[in-house]
């Protein structure tokens, strides 16, 4: 029997953790996300999971990682100030082919900025934080419905493609309770073993575009595994350009060579939209109520949500504004995935109505920006 | 129908669980969408609490309230800072006790508003004998002032959303709270 | 095996060999020395999984043929505290420096001996960075020598066996490379330790620290850790002025506690309604 809640976007995401398979959360204490710590501190126990506080987000992340290569399905949730600490170890899972999910309930930055407050302004952090070329997957959810429903698909995109994925909502989504429907059974992405034995096993042996199997620590395939550039049996080849190559290619093109099957966008009106406006998240609410109003007012207005933000969904997004000639992002920071969307439509008219200080755009914001746009 | 409801008042006053349970009651008891936000400071206690909800047959898309359909003013500082966002011929509740009234008559009779009046903390005290509840006699005054839940539905919110044991006397509050519609 | 060869080859991964280490360098001592005391204490090879950070240290886990997580500098504690929780039937150790544990890793350090989770933490104290070459660490004595004090150290150096012993470790001890076998039984209480164990070996760096410090050969090294240790039972009735310049060895702390990873699983036990309190390779799809 599905089941239906009246509860946080925060709390949703717990859940949807626990309904994928996770069992195990480290975390750190910190506003807009703590509630997920919280309700991890109590359902995790009854499903027999582990949880853990850390002293700090560095660690917390450092655990989920040691968990993960102990068998475990493993998650940590932050914001901005916990999740620049996390960049260090966020690198060492794309390393380590590490799956593993992180919840980013962004707030308002930089530095300790409005804990209390909402901001998309770690957008770019999520992909370009850590240091080093590499791909990571990463959502954004509008509702407490998505929280849960994209939080189950990360642990699975995590599994899939042996990589950290990270739900980027903020603290509106986080806090927002509405109504949710849990389903009484989830599909979930199990963690491959592989089919050969310890003997003939390389940990890191993988298709140019792709992952391998990953037994977990004690299963008796005795592996080493380094944040150093390593070979395919996951030894240190540090100072070998052509490893060094090989290595960071590959991790770069399973996600890249497999943007189709991993990104998702929602359109609506976008088939005679003269002007589309494109938004994630939280304000993409607003946005999708101005372009109704619009609609209304007979002005021919598109909707475009990005539910997958990175890998960025740019062949998705070039077929939907196809018939349009001008683009509107409405995000809440001064211009993050704008570049993104300015780069890959270099013919169309893009422009920015950004908005910071903690609230989301309010909608007649959005549809005054829509009739300037227009003329 | 869409209709935006606001709260307002101070920490302690039990605004956000008030919040809470008028969009458990559309959302899971009335089949209607609900949208329930709210907004602190970094105070755990006192300060300024406000929670809003939007309640609707069809789906939600901006949650936020900018012009109230229904205003609760449980404190001067929460009347002062968002009465004049209220829809005109929109619905005010007021505690009379925190309120002073003789400052609104212009606003009401300009804007042609509707304007209840709901002692909830002594209605709370008299009537059930506990401070604590005077959330719970508010939510039976928005019910029945408003209408925007059903009474049902509302009852069977307040119900699943105290702490077991506590069902009978915050029902009791409720009933107080719907009495004050008169 | 090859005649001739050490015991504990069994246990190294032939193919990495040799290692990086420099002639000298006091991590061959401390490995033999680990593998003799892992075989004291009984633990089951295949269930050894270390961990370990970054740094000459850091490196002894890859050439070991067990399960072993080469993790970020200073943060191998909060890796293990994962593995640990994963399944805490494995034996988990972790290999440190000072510049990893005492820097760096200085806060995991104390929070893991607070918690008094079941890991075992070799800590190589060398008083030296060495991979990154010859800069100060944390317990590098004052007055000493390094390419980032090349007037000499300023700074008060960690005592890390007393460290750990304040912030609730429950084994704690502090040998030197010169003392092989005292080191070998105190792993081997650290492995049995059911908590958190933390040995600290004062190791010799010849080709930073000896160099920079007028101890030109590993031999004067070793000569200088065994002239100047002093056990802990004779310094602790010594004065501070007698006890200047020299290396207080032996146990600091020996007082079992309860355990973190048993007294989560127990909570597991009350709480858990799924008829398996403990969940272990919850990822994998059960047969």
Known sequence: ?375 | MRKDIRIAGFGGQGIILAGIVIGKAAALHDNLNAVQTQSYGPEARGGASKTEIVISDELIDYPKVQKPDIFVALSQAGLDAYLHDLKDGGILIIDPDMIKEEELLSFVKEHNTKLYKAPVTRTAVEKIGLKIVANIVMIGAITRMTKVISEEAARQAVAESVPPGTEKKNLEAFEAGAELAG | MVKGESTFMKYLRRDRLPTIFCAGCGNGIVMNTFFNGMEMAEVDFDNLILVSGIGCSSRIPGYVACDSLHTTHGRPISFATGIKLANPEHDVAVFSGDGDAAAIGGNHLIHGARRNIDITVICINNSIYGMTGGQISPTSPKGSYGTTAPYGALERPFSLADLVTAAGGTYVARWTTAHPLQLSKAIKYGLQNKGFSFIEVISQCPTYYGRKNKLRSPIDMLNWMKETSINKRRADKMEEEELQGKIIVGEFQKKPEPEFAEKLCKLLEEQCVTGKPTAIRSAYQED
């Open chain 1, 1 to 375: 029997m599905s089941e239906q809640f009246f509860i946080q976007g925060n709390e949703a995401c717990a859940r949807g953790a626990i309904e994928a398979g996770c069992r195990f959360f480290a975390g750190y204490p910190i506003t807009p996300s703590t509630e997920i710590a919280e309700d991890m501190a109590l359902f995790l126990p009854k499903k027999g999971g582990s949880f853990i506080q850390m002293e700090d987000e560095i660690a917390a992340l450092g655990a989920v990682i040691g968990a993960v290569w102990g068998g475990q399905k493993g998650m940590t949730a932050t914001s901005g100030p916990g999740f620049s600490l996390m960049q260090e170890h966020i690198g060492f899972a794309v390393m380590t082919e590490t799956p593993l999910v992180i919840v980013n309930m962004q707030r308002g930055s930089p530095s300790t900025g409005q804990p209390t407050m909402a901001s998309q302004s770690d957008m770019m952090q999520a992909k370009w934080g850590s240091h080093g070329d590499y791909e990571i997957i990463a959502l954004s959810p509008s509702s407490v419905q998505e929280c849960f429903d994209f939080t189950v698909e990360a642990f699975n995109l995590a599994e899939k493609y042996r990589v950290p994925v990270m739900v980027m909502s903020d603290e509106i989504v986080g806090h927002m309770r509405e109504k949710i429907t849990i389903p009484e059974e989830v599909e979930i992405t199990y963690r491959q073993m592989p089919e050969e034995g310890p003997e003939t096993f390389l940990p890191f042996k993988a298709p140019s575009d792709g992952t391998s199997p990953m037994p977990a620590f004690g299963d008796g395939y005795k592996m080493h595994i380094t944040g150093l550039t390593h070979d395919e049996k996951g030894y240190p080849d540090a100072s070998n350009p052509e490893s060094h190559s090989k290595l960071v290619n590959r991790l770069c093109n399973k996600i890249r060579k497999h943007t189709d099957e991993i990104t998702r966008i929602k359109e609506e009106f976008t088939e005679d939209a003269e002007i589309i406006v494109l938004s994630y998240g939280a304000p993409a609410r607003s946005a999708l109520t101005a372009v109704k109003n619009a609609r209304k007012q007979e002005v021919k207005a598109g909707f475009i949500k990005l539910e997958t933000v990175w890998p960025f969904p740019k062949k998705l997004i070039k077929d939907a504004v196809v018939n349009a000639q001008k683009v509107m992002v409405v995000e809440m920071n001064l211009g993050q995935i704008f570049y993104e969307v300015e780069r890959v439509l270099p013919d169309k008219e893009v422009e920015l109505l950004p908005k910071i200080g903690g609230e989301m755009h309010i909608p007649t914001e959005i549809m005054d920006k829509i009739k300037d746009m227009s003329h």
